[in-house]
């Protein structure tokens, strides 16, 4: 399991397949991020490949951030995740 600090960066990612599998490009695909206090913000994804998106995460602050990836349009899904960041305790 990766640590993830405050000041680091996380590549959330997203993978949209049609039934049969076959990688495909939704209408839009957006993030939804929220930070340890509650607050949350939707940033369009970027796409690397045909089905494949990303968004890059800069963490400010310890504790759970959660995330969710969801696409609109034609072939509507979604991924979410959370991950636990730490404080850097180094003076």
């Known amino acids: 399991m990766t640590t993830w600090y405050v000041g680091k960066t996380m590549r ?3 993978t949209f397949t049609d ?3 076959t990688a495909v490009d939704p209408g839009s695909v957006v993030v939804e991020v929220m930070d340890p206090e509650g607050n949350t913000e939707e940033t369009a994804a970027e796409r690397s490949d045909t089905g494949e998106y990303y968004l890059d995460v800069t963490f400010d602050a310890p504790g759970w951030w ?3 990836m969801y696409s609109e ?3 509507i899904t979604a991924e979410q995740g959370a991950v636990h960041v730490s404080r850097l305790n180094v003076s």
């Open 12 to 14: 959330l990612k997203g």
């Open 19 to 21: 039934d049969d599998g």
């Open 66 to 68: 959660h995330w969710r």
């Open 73 to 75: 349009g034609t072939y």
